[in-house]
């Protein structure tokens, strides 16, 4: 099988893609024929060894994967071969092959393709852990999502729509920006050319939002949390831009306010139950077309560091894809 190999830590260019014999399946696992893996922002870092999960070299990055079953461990009961599946590996998907654990793996519903199907499960889980177990948004609340373009935004924008919450997207760019409007959001935020704190304010009447949906970090977090409401929820997602901020908590205690941590991946590890019942709540909202991953690019599995190259230089729209040719 083919598969794009990370043998020292380094930017997308050190990338390889190289024979392997198929991955060997364990009691518990299935091994799944990979058609498409979607690319995030933490298979950047974790090639460049800056993530806080951090497998031996050398290794493939990739933490999702739409495919098809096809050989399944001791004991799998969920899948069995010739099912169409989605799956999270942690790392492992950019290849024609992988085997991931029974207990990340679920059946694909009928009307969704693999490109969609490997978008959907890291973007619209971790938004979905956000706004209703860790934020618990309410309909009738105001929800601002900052880096709105991206593929946790997006699903962001969506999720607080099906909530009945009002959306204000953020984000850099005006065509990002129109995406954001396609996808739901009832207001928008350009946060490039304009003044991100005072912007809110006039949108939520001087109130601020109740919520507070951050997956950037870097400068545009105070001011942000400085738009948050009186015991509003600030959530921190996690740190696309870069630099972790440095937040000044007497203004948490001037608002009344919570700061609160999301971990996706913590969650599904912890509590893979409640993720399930996650889970089945947004494939059924999918079927109902309530919520649709924004795939704005694939590409096939060689070109795996031009598609990471797209997402460092923040030119992604939603989510890109790696293709393997299967379908």
């Not at 830590?9 to 979607?38: D, N, Y």
């Amino acid at each position: 099988m083919r598969a794009v190999l990370c043998k020292e830590f380094g930017p997308p260019e050190k990338l390889v893609v190289e024979e392997l014999p198929s991955p060997a399946v364990g009691k518990g696992e299935a091994r799944i024929e990979v058609h498409a893996a979607s690319v995030n922002f933490p298979d950047l870092l974790i090639i460049q060894n800056k993530y806080q999960f951090k497998p031996p070299l050398p290794f493939s990055p990739g933490g999702e994967v739409a495919g098809v079953v096809r050989e399944v461990g001791a004991g799998v009961t969920a899948v069995k071969p010739g099912d169409r599946v989605l799956a999270t590996t942690m790392w492992g998907g950019f290849s024609e092959e992988v085997v991931v654990g029974e207990a990340n793996v679920a059946p694909i519903p009928d009307g969704m393709d693999f490109v969609t199907a490997s978008a959907f499960l890291m973007a619209y889980g971790t938004s979905h852990h956000a706004l209703v177990d860790r934020a618990q948004l309410k309909a009738g609340e105001t929800l601002c999502v900052l880096g709105a373009a991206g593929g946790v935004g997006l699903a962001a924008v969506e999720i607080g729509k099906v909530l009945g919450a009002r959306v204000i997207a953020c984000a850099s760019a005006d065509d990002k920006l129109e995406v954001c409007k396609e996808h739901g959001a009832d207001a928008v935020v350009n946060y490039a050319r304009e003044d991100l704190k005072e912007r809110i304010k006039e949108l939520t009447g001087g109130k601020g939002a109740d919520v507070v949906y951050d997956p950037v970090g870097g400068p545009f977090s105070e001011a942000a949390l400085r738009s948050t409401a009186w015991e509003g929820r600030f959530l921190v997602v996690g740190f696309a831009g870069g630099e972790i901020p440095r937040i000044p908590l007497n203004l948490v205690l001037l608002k009344g306010c919570q700061v609160v941590g999301v971990f996706w991946g913590s969650f599904i590890a912890r509590e893979p139950e409640r993720n399930r019942q996650n889970l089945a709540e947004l494939l059924r909202w999918f079927e109902e077309k309530k919520i649709r991953p924004h795939v704005s690019e694939t590409f096939p599995l060689e070109r795996a560091k031009d598609a990471l190259d797209a997402m460092a230089a923040r030119r992604v729209k939603g989510k890109v894809v790696l293709v393997t040719g299967k379908s």
